[in-house]
Nanobody
Framework: QVQLVESGGGTVQPGGSLRLSCAASRSISRVNFMGWYRQAPGKARELVAAITGGSTTTYADSVKGRFTISRDNAKNTMFLQMNSLKPEDAAVYFC????????WGQGTQVTVSP
């Protein structure tokens, strides 16, 4: 069983920054698909960012230029650097990693409030 442990969520003011981490209990060096989703109350879960094994990245239009996804294979950890946060970025953020199956983190709350 693979475990994904997320950290880094919290409350920030608009314009602030947070860095989310997703640590896997298994090597991610050969993982081709991993990323972050978010879900706000009353809204569908949406893909925020994804990164491939070759470090090709994809972003939702709403976060392009503000969020950066990265991975550190040596630490089995994926990151989401979030800058210039807006109230509409507030949500629970979930990481996922596709091994033989897709595994999900427990979610971390991001609140953006004055």
């Amino acid at each position: 069983q693979v475990q994904l442990v997320e950290s880094g969520g919290g409350t920030v003011q608009p314009g602030g920054s947070l860095r989310l981490s997703c640590a896997a209990s298994r090597s991610i060096s050969r993982v081709n698909f991993m990323g972050w989703y978010r879900q706000a109350p009353g809204k569908a879960r949406e893909l925020v960012a994804a990164i491939t094994g070759g470090s090709t990245t994809t972003y939702a239009d709403s976060v392009k230029g503000r969020f950066t996804i990265s991975r550190d294979n040596a630490k089995n950890t994926m990151f989401l650097q979030m800058n210039s946060l807006k109230p509409e970025d507030a949500a629970v953020y979930f990481c996922y990693v596709r091994f033989d199956a897709t595994y999900w983190g427990q979610g971390t709350q991001v609140t953006v409030s004055p």
